[in-house]
């Protein structure tokens, strides 16, 4: 089992940068998947990017692609999110998420997410 905190939400202008993170606990935390997913008022949770468990798969969304980067450092037990160049349709609830796989492989989906946190507010003012 792995609970999960994020941090490093915060109001940004356009064009600026948050670095957000997600501490977890758990000896196994290398065992899993991790990815981020963002979701703004009135829309479905939407996959950003994850990251397998040695991080040597990373994928992201076509809309973050270029401007985002997610990584992990499995000594620390943590994953961030960089994200560069913000956009306001960036603005969302962001959630750090953990899913049991058997291979080095990347989840998209939230349904095959086992494990999440509470969320970081991310405020992109225009």
């Known amino acids: 089992q792995v609970q999960l905190v994020e941090s490093g939400g915060g109001l940004v202008q356009a064009g600026g940068s948050l670095r957000l993170s997600c501490a977890a606990s758990?000896?196994?935390?290398?065992?899993?998947?991790m990815g981020w997913f963002r979701q703004a008022p009135g829309k479905e949770r939407e996959f950003v990017a994850g990251?397998?468990?040695?991080?040597?798969?990373?994928y992201y969304a076509d809309s973050v692609k270029g401007r985002f980067t997610i990584s992990r450092d499995n000594a620390k037990n943590t994953v961030h999110l960089q994200m560069n160049s913000l956009k306001p349709e960036d603005t969302a609830v962001h959630y750090c998420?953990?899913?049991?796989?058997?291979?080095?492989?990347?989840?998209?989906?939230?349904?095959?997410?086992?494990?999440w946190g509470q969320g970081t507010q991310v405020t992109v003012s225009s």
């Open positions: 990251i397998s468990r040695s991080g040597g798969k990373i």
């Open positions: 998420a953990a899913g049991i796989v058997n291979t080095d492989y990347v989840y998209t989906k939230p349904y095959e997410y086992n494990y």
């Open positions: 758990g000896r196994t935390f290398s065992s899993y998947a």
